[in-house]
């Protein structure tokens, strides 16, 4: 599954360039997973790079096929200063290893927590999963592999986290966007849910 990894990871430097840098981080029982940091302009983006090598399964089915399944990485995008942003690397490859470790089909509409803060100081404990071929296409791989997507996480605050467990994805993306919230600011407070 190397083959699929350089070809995720040509395809994110084809759409977001060369990283600054990278790190990788490995959990008992897991593999490898990378995060590479690549900044542009006002934005740094944060990327995994492993998920994508094992298709994602479901933990009910009985058989899990090594080939077919959802396969995707993750992208979170913020402004920089003002937060030690940086710091976010263990928490996105803790999200990015869910799948190996908790059998999670990580998919657009999901809310994934960590527990603790994304980065120091940081009022967001849980991401939504956003849908993909925005920022980097999805890549089509050789059947009968699905495509790798490349999932934008947006951060979430506790109170928005819990209005969108009632109310759903796409009524929060709703509000962020009446509101003008931008998602980016990594010191942005909840938007107003009343």
Known sequence: MSDVLQLVEA????????????ASVTFLGTDRIEVLRFVDGDVVRYATLGMSAQPMTDPTAALTDAVRGPRAELLISVRPGGAD???LLRPLAVLAASPQVEGVVVAPGASLD?????????????VLVAESGGLVEDLELSAPM?????LPLLPMTANEA???????????EKRWLAHGTDLRDP????????
């Open 162 to 172: 819990a209005w969108k467990r009632v109310h759903g994805a796409g009524a929060l």
């Open 114 to 126: 960590v527990g603790e803060p994304l980065w120091p100081g940081a009022p967001f404990e849980s």
């Open 11 to 22: 395809r994110l430097h084809t759409a977001l360039g060369s990283p600054d840098a990278r």
């Open 85 to 87: 942003t940086d710091k």
């Open 146 to 150: 699905d495509p790798v997507r490349f």
């Open 187 to 194: 010191q942005r407070r909840s938007v107003g849910l009343d």
